[in-house]
């Protein structure tokens, strides 16, 4: 499935405003700043790039899902600003999923 990659405007300012709350560039601070991101919305390894400062979604992704959060991945293609189709990921945090587990 071929995807436009435009973000609205309402979700990219959503973005940049848990970017800024979120500060640093530790690898703590870009997967909590992608956490939160999730907690909102399912999100493209392009968004959180662009939007978050998430320079390896997969390995943030993967640092989430240790911690236990339950995280899906949907892959699709878009096509970037310059034209080229990509396949890259949609993640998304399940409903309900959090990282806590039942004693």
Known sequence: MEKNNATSPEKKAALEAIRVEFKGTASRSQ????LEALSRF???TFEAMRYLDVYHCPARILQLRKQGHKI??????VVTE?????????????????HETAQ
């Open 31 to 34: 997967a909590a700043r992608l």
């Open 72 to 77: 899906v991945t949907h892959w699709q293609t």
């Open 82 to 98: 310059a034209g080229e189709r990509h396949r890259v990921g949609l993640y998304a945090l399940e409903s309900g999923a959090s």
């Open 42 to 44: 399912s999100i493209t």
